[in-house]
């Protein structure tokens, strides 16, 4: 099972909003709506922002949100901040007791 | 929640390192635990999932055969035994819990603990 397609990097200005694409296929992203996001700075653990589609743990600035539509989920992190520039990485449980969980690619975003 | 592996380090081709994670904070009995791996600049891998009462484990294909979840509730443990070890195995090894009890939501994470396949 190949990994979940995301952009390699978004871009955008302080204040702006930006959204990172999260594609998989009906046997993950589709299947389910286990579909969470982290952000990763280097040199630190992951860190849970969405889960279940668009929910966020306690915590989490109401800034970043979640969306699904068929075999594509989305994060939109608004309000952008300089503490948001970091790796964001999206994760579906699959149908398939191998992999049971697949990641995306990881997206870099930049605050410009 | 906190995890806390240890165990990693520097390992030849074909050699064996057991990492540990231990969890405080939660009834880690109740809680599906899992191992996530990132090589160096590239993105993140599940590789192995143990379920609270060890009755289901799954394993991703690159690791399957050669490495081995198991945990101890009684010490608030998670273990990996990594045996045959390749150059591609090199990453950082990350301990992560379900967030939820019987879903697949997502996950809190440890620290990670390098691991460093070469000869």
């Known amino acids: 099972q190949s990994a979940l397609t995301q952009p390699a990097s978004v871009s955008g200005s302080l204040g702006q909003s930006i959204t990172i694409s999260c594609t998989g296929t009906?046997?993950?992203?589709?299947?389910?709506?286990?579909v969470s996001w982290y952000q990763h700075h280097p040199g630190k653990a992951p860190r849970l922002i969405i889960y279940?589609?668009?929910n966020r743990p306690s915590g989490v600035s109401n800034r970043f949100s979640g969306s699904k539509s068929g075999n594509t989920a989305s994060l939109t992190i608004s309000g952008l901040q300089a503490e948001d520039e970091a790796h964001y990485y999206c994760?579906?449980?699959?149908?398939?007791?191998?992999?049971?969980?697949?990641f995306g690619s990881g997206s870099r975003v930049t605050v410009l | 929640v906190q995890l806390v592996e240890s165990g990693g380090g520097f390992i030849q081709p074909g050699g064996s390192l057991r990492l540990s994670c231990a969890a405080s904070?939660?009834?880690?009995?109740?809680?599906?635990m899992n191992w996530v791996r990132q090589p160096p600049g590239k993105g993140l891998e599940w590789i192995s999932a143990?379920?609270?009462?060890?009755?289901?484990?799954g394993y991703a294909d690159s690791v399957k055969g050669r490495f081995t979840i198991s945990r101890d509730n009684a010490k608030k443990s998670l273990y990996l035994e990594m045996r045959n070890l390749r150059a591609e195995d090199t990453a950082v090894y990350y301990c992560?819990?379900?967030?939820?009890?019987?879903?697949?939501?997502?996950?809190?994470w440890g620290q990670g603990s390098l691991v460093t396949v070469s000869s």
């Open positions: 143990i379920f609270g009462n060890s009755g289901h484990i």
């Open positions: 009906n046997s993950d992203v589709g299947a389910y709506d286990y």
């Open positions: 994760c579906s449980y699959t149908s398939s007791s191998t992999p049971l969980y697949v």
């Open positions: 904070g939660f009834t880690f009995g109740d809680f599906t």
């Open positions: 992560a819990k379900d967030i939820l009890i019987g879903t697949g939501s997502g996950f809190d």
């Open positions: 279940d589609v668009n």
